[in-house]
């Protein structure tokens, strides 16, 4: 009966492209307050056990290695949300007409204004350069392309929510008073989007937390000083170390046998061919990033693969016809993709260039804590959030040496994917001076074996070394840190 939930509502369940499922689109307007609450009753299945890890004296109370203990500090690192292609890679003449299409697919302004108020943007720049950065996001040009959409918007606080069982089932007051908690993101819109939208999950408006008030930033650093995306930082080292690998005669061979492929799909996607510069080389010639984007894009909101809003990819082509050649030629497009990187992140040096960085900040932070713990009984608990990438994801699961990423996997993160490092004490049969470091991906876990904190740092000081061996950066005080003899 509120006719602004029913033109909401309607607004989203009823675009002719939009197929998103009841409960997510009212899950969102139930908690803008715009559908009463009696409205949706179910809540999102969790992907973490329902028991929780509050701060000091709150212990996980499972037996199992990967839910008992006391933790000590997490470390969340998450894909951004379902986003919007990275590029058009339609006829020159479908481009206006495609990007329209996207652009209703991106969350409503007021919803992204809500989330943006509560939890702001800071913008970690030298002072001299904070003007023109905050208003230049590697991706701000490119609108609607490589935006988050409103689905990815639902993901992430889905996501939000459900680790929230695991960590938050407190006064959310006191949760941010009994945990240092930062959160960091990349320079792109999406993934900074993704950030605010997993907090709001996490921490969503209550009596004791305002909808109007700003609670948490989420800071963002500049490209060239982003831990998070060695890409962008050091473009030129990341096409150095890349082209050792396209260069193996092995890569050179197999990657030779998907060309027929990329011309094929060069052929219903001309785009793609204006995008052979930014494909990292290789014989097959084309840009598999963007060539995989078109299917998981339009898989995700349920659109033709061979339709775009201009018309059909190739008007020669019956409808039918073409459609089923694109669906053969996309587990093959994803395939390859993970083909090449699984090449890419088993070369250590480019592997550590990527890897390194983040989980060096993760390791000096968790030694220090044992170290407070250790020294004065009981350390306040740390909560970091890192809002990031697919190529970021995937390196840091080869660099730990996971399960999904063992010989022959072509595995790659979905959207909306979270890696989290727990540092934890007192599990079941262990000292509780014993610190052991947990992993999980999307609530599950990923070793083996739990890993001690010095394993952890020991792993961590490999890819450093490595690292530093390719820049000829030094860092002293970091290797003290992590208990390294050079």
Known sequence: HNPRAKASYEAAQNHPHNNMPATNVCSLLLKRRILPSS???????????????????????????????????????????????????????????????????????????????????????????????ESQF??????????????????????????????????????????????????????????????????????????????????????????????????????????????????????????????????????????????????????????????????????????????LLNGGTPMEEMEEAMRSMASQTVAHLAWRFRQWYRHPPLLGAIAAPPLRDVAKEMMQQRTNVRRYGEAKPLFRVYSCHDVTILALLYALKANIVKEGSRFWPPYASTLVLELVTGIQGDNNDDFKVRVFLNGKGVKEELMTVDDFSNLVNALVLVDEAMTGATDDASRDTLGVTV
Not at 159 to 171: D, M
Not at 243 to 250: G, T
Not at 298 to 309: F, G, Y
């Open 39 to 133: 409205f949706l009753q179910s809540s999102p299945k969790c992907i973490f056990s329902t028991t929780t890890a509050t701060a000091r004296t709150t212990n996980i109370t499972s037996n199992d290695d990967l839910n008992s203990g006391t933790i000590s500090a997490v470390y969340i690192f998450h894909r951004h949300g379902d986003r919007t292609p990275n590029r058009p890679l339609c006829a020159d003449h479908q481009i206006d007409a495609e990007a329209k299409f996207w652009r209703t697919k991106l969350p409503p302004s007021e919803l992204v204004s809500s989330v943006s108020k509560r939890f702001p943007t800071q913008i970690l720049s030298p002072p001299h350069e904070k003007e023109k950065t």
């Open 138 to 311: 590697c991706d701000t040009k490119k609108e609607p392309f490589g935006f988050l959409t409103f689905r990815g918007a639902l993901q992430m606080q889905s996501t939000g929510r459900r680790l929230r069982k695991r960590y938050n089932r407190q006064n959310d007051i006191d949760f941010l008073q009994s945990w240092d908690v930062s959160v960091f993101s990349t320079k792109y819109l999406r993934t900074t989007l993704s950030a605010q939208f997993f907090l709001d999950g996490f921490l969503p408006p209550t009596p004791s937390l305002s909808e109007e008030s700003p609670i948490l930033p989420v800071s963002v650093r500049d490209r060239h000083n982003d831990n998070l995306n060695a890409f962008d930082k050091n473009p030129e080292l990341m096409s150095t170390l890349v082209s050792h690998v396209i260069s193996d005669p092995y890569f050179q061979r197999h990657d030779r046998t998907a060309a027929p492929l990329a011309a094929r799909l060069a052929n219903f996607l001309p785009g793609l061919m204006l995008t052979k510069q930014s494909s990292f080389g290789g014989p097959s010639g084309i840009n598999w990033i963007h060539a995989a984007d078109h299917f998981v894009c339009r898989d995700s909101h349920d659109v033709p693969l061979s339709i775009m809003e201009g018309g």
